[in-house]
């Protein structure tokens, strides 16, 4: 079936750039997500890629899709003590259903 | 002015009691979910509904059973709660077209405690 893998947690020192990795299942997703979750909130939408593009910038954001290894990856540069959150990769499929990873926990070291 | 509202923001109950949670989205979009998050934050879609049509059903005990009056809600009832329905349940939305990225919007959650 279709599944989104993530490593759990990861610990950045602040200044320096995250880089979360995600692998997907589904070789026919469309468009794959980023969406951050700040503690007692729901998830909200930080950036998304369509599954033809391999990098989409967008301030300190940088999406990288290598559609052959099924591998997706968000980094942020200048890593802020408020960007301290979890992310969640997502990929949407054929059926429109979009399937949520484990969650990637970030937390921001001074 | 929020988007997406659930009602409550906790709730916590007795085991074998039932429960509603109610989700409210003024998008204007088509489609409502209901994701099911653990204590170890992974997040499960339960349901989904496109005008009010039940589109998703994921393996999910006949105890829960979504309602959908009209497009702008969703609610969720649950009969003869269990331990293990412990959670935060989050409602979400959006508009579907193919071709299009399909954000979806979440609601702030119910944390739900069944003692």
């Known amino acids: 079936g279709e599944d989104v893998e993530q490593s759990l947690f990861l610990s950045v020192r602040e200044g320096d750039s995250s880089v979360i990795n995600c692998t997907y299942t589904?070789?026919?997703?469309?468009?794959l997500y980023w969406y951050k979750q700040e503690p007692g909130a729901g998830l909200q939408l930080l950036t998304y890629?369509?599954?033809?593009?391999d990098m989409k910038q967008d301030q300190r954001l940088t999406v990288l899709l290598n559609k052959k290894d099924k591998h997706l990856s968000l980094r942020i540069a200048d890593t802020q003590t408020g960007d301290s959150a979890i992310y969640f990769c997502?990929?949407?499929?054929?059926?429109?259903?979009?399937?949520f990873g484990s969650g990637t926990r970030l937390s921001i070291r001074p | 002015d929020t988007a997406v509202s659930q009602t409550p923001k906790y709730l916590v109950t007795q085991m074998g009691n039932d429960k509603s949670i109610k989700c409210e989205q003024n998008?204007?979009?088509?489609?409502m979910y209901w994701y099911k998050q653990d204590s170890k934050k992974f997040l499960k879609i339960m349901f989904s509904?496109?005008?009010?049509?039940?589109?998703i059903n994921e393996t999910v005990p006949n105890r829960f059973s979504p309602k959908s009056p009209d497009k702008a809600h969703l609610n969720l009832h649950i009969n003869s709660l269990e331990l293990g329905d412990s959670a935060v349940y989050f409602c979400?939305?959006?508009?579907?077209?193919?071709?299009?990225?399909?954000?979806?919007?979440f609601g702030p959650g119910t944390r739900l405690t069944v003692l």
């Open positions: 509904y496109n005008n009010k049509e039940l589109i």
């Open positions: 998008l204007g979009h088509d489609t």
């Open positions: 589904d070789s026919s997703s469309t468009y």
């Open positions: 890629i369509f599954s033809n593009m």
């Open positions: 979400a939305s959006s508009l579907v077209h193919s071709g299009t990225y399909n954000e979806q919007f």
């Open positions: 997502a990929t949407r499929g054929s059926a429109s259903k979009i399937i």
